[in-house]
């Protein structure tokens, strides 16, 4: 392996330029973390409401349940940010991998001081999101459930689709018969679909005096057959630990709860995070030779100004050690071999545009690592696929749909982040969201659209102009339309709106990023070879 040799003068001025105008965007994403933790409209009554309760936080919660002193790789923090009239931080549900007696699990645990526990559409998405994760890392799934279901005011967009609420309970009764464990901790209420998720756990703890489960409350009873019961003596912890059955064990206070999980880890029979099995080439790992905490004088201020993607694997990869594939060939796409918190990964990384040799070599590189049962971690910033005269004639179209299949039909394990520019149909051959990366993280500075707001402005209006209403058409209007293209371009690539969506699986500091990716290629090393191969083609 041969060390990458930084060009990088951390003393120069635009260096510390950068780094200064980086750091007020790392400075932007933790306060946003900070509120998604809590802020929102009225939280800080809930969250009193909460505490005098006796309840525990969200995320103390999971804390109490994981090993002390593990990383908890939380997902997609900053889900509905900007939506929902800014009622739902977070989603009101917070997602991620931790480490119980040293066996990863997904946790997915409602926040029953946003809207109590209710699901919005994003919610939903970020639920379900977290179980096609358990699913692909085999991970046994531990729910902390405090819910108040469907968020009925948008009851059509969370209610009747295949990736709606029912699809949740769907994916649980499959997990549970692939062998994957499902958890339920019963926190609060579990109304009417709510019931499901305990009911479809294949262990169950609920805490007396605030766990309850029915199909309907006391006030569906009442209107349906005149009952009048209080919820506890309806569905609280005694009813079905003693006479239901619906759950298995009760907890007298949350602790309790918790030491119970863990007891139940402790005997599923999964395999530990530092098992890796056979196939996985994983070494001692090493720090890189420079410090990541430099990505952010390496990004420009002005996004416009490229940077060498060498540089960001520096700071990213073991020992800053790149084996390079054809470094003289195809240079906007930087290919090697390196590894992860020792774990070996084939890296693809954009130097801007995506020529077709660029395309080949990336198609090649693949197909290798594919061969080699190495996963794949793909850095995106390009602008996309070369256009022109010169480049459709020389078969951009075909060398991309090359590497596009490459990406789609490779069985590794992929991991995507977003370091820059994610433009145009580059999104796809670097494997973005729609070719199923098990991982793909965003970086505060990157931006991801159809194509960039210049062009866009450029290409509406163009149109406009060649169109049926072109004879119509005023300076004015041309005016108008830039601005808006523009001012839509502008809110809808940057990556707070990618996040708040569910485009990725976490807006994170740059900084942190290598941790990130060592923790999801670990999952990915516990599990059975991959297994479809295809030969390695010339390209
Ligand atoms: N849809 C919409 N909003 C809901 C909701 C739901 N399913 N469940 C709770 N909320 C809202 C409440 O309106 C309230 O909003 P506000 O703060 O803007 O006033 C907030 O969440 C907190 O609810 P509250 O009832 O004050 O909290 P609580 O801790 O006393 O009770 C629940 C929590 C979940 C037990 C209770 O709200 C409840 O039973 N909700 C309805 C459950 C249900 O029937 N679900 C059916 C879904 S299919």
Redesign the pocket.
């Known amino acids: 392996m041969s060390r990458i040799h930084s060009q990088i003068d951390t003393r120069s001025e635009p260096f510390a330029a950068n780094r200064a105008a980086y750091a007020e965007q790392v400075a932007t994403l933790r306060e946003r973390l900070q509120w998604a933790i809590e802020g929102g409209a009225?939280r800080a009554r809930?969250i009193e409401r909460h505490l005098a309760r006796g309840k525990v936080m969200v995320r103390d919660r999971i804390d109490m349940v994981t090993d002390e002193g593990t990383p908890f790789l939380e997902l997609s923090s900053l889900a509905a940010w900007g939506q929902y009239d800014d009622g739902f931080p977070g989603a009101g549900i917070v997602t991620g991998v931790g480490i119980v007696h040293g066996i990863p699990c997904m946790f997915v645990a409602n926040d029953?001081t946003v809207?109590?526990?209710?699901l919005a559409p994003a919610s939903i998405k970020k639920h379900v999101r977290a179980q096609q994760i358990a699913e692909e890392n085999r991970l046994p799934t531990v729910y902390l459930v405090d819910?108040?279901?469907?968020?009925?005011?948008r009851q059509d967009e969370v209610f009747p689709d295949r990736d709606h609420f029912g699809g949740t309970f769907y994916r649980q009764a499959r997990m549970s018969a692939q062998g994957l464990p499902q958890i339920s901790v019963v926190l609060?209420?579990c109304?009417?679909?709510?019931a499901y998720v305990p009911a479809l756990s294949d262990e169950v703890v609920i805490v007396k005096g605030i766990g309850r489960i029915f199909l309907g409350?006391p006030p569906i009873v009442k209107a349906a057959l005149g009952e009048i019961v209080d919820p506890e003596t309806l569905g609280g912890a005694d009813v079905h630990t003693r006479e239901s059955g619906v759950a298995d064990y009760i907890a007298y206070d949350e602790a309790e709860a918790y030491a119970q999980v863990r007891e139940i880890v402790s005997t599923l029979n999964q395999p530990r995070i530092d098992q890796p099995q056979p196939w996985c080439d994983v070494a001692e790992p090493r720090p890189p030779a420079y410090d990541p905490a430099e990505i952010y004088g390496i990004i420009h201020a002005d996004a416009r100004n490229p940077f060498d993607v060498r540089e960001l694997v520096a700071r990213m990869v073991d020992d800053s050690d790149l084996a390079e594939f054809k470094p003289r060939y195809g240079e906007s796409i930087v290919c090697g071999f390196a590894r992860i918190w020792g774990h070996r990964v084939g890296v693809i990384g954009n130097n801007g545009i995506i020529f077709s040799e660029s395309a080949l070599k990336a198609t090649h590189f693949i197909e290798m690592c594919n061969q080699r049962r190495i996963p794949l971690v793909f850095l995106q910033n390009t602008s996309g696929y070369m256009v022109g005269k010169e480049s459709e004639a020389g078969g951009i179209a075909k060398n991309g749909a090359k590497m596009v299949d490459a990406v789609a039909n490779c069985t590794v394990p992929k991991y995507t982040v977003l370091v820059g520019g994610s433009y145009g149909a580059g999104n796809y051959g670097m494997c973005g969201r729609g070719f199923e990366p098990r991982f793909l993280f965003t970086w505060p500075n990157s931006r991801i659209a159809t194509m960039s707001a210049e062009t866009a402005e450029t290409v509406l209006v163009d149109i406009r102009l060649g169109g049926l209403k072109a004879s119509q058409t005023t300076e004015a209007d041309v005016a108008r339309i830039r601005a808006e293209v523009r001012q839509q371009y502008e809110q809808q690539s940057d990556p707070y709106y990618a996040t708040s969506r569910l485009w990725d699986d976490g807006l994170v500091d740059p900084v942190h990023t290598r941790d990130m990716l060592g923790l999801c290629l670990a999952l990915a090393s516990r599990q059975p070879e991959p297994d479809a191969r295809y030969r390695v083609f010339r390209m």
């Open positions: 009225g809930s029953a809207k109590g526990g209710s819910s108040g279901g469907a968020f009925l005011p609060g209420g109304t009417a679909g709510g409350g």
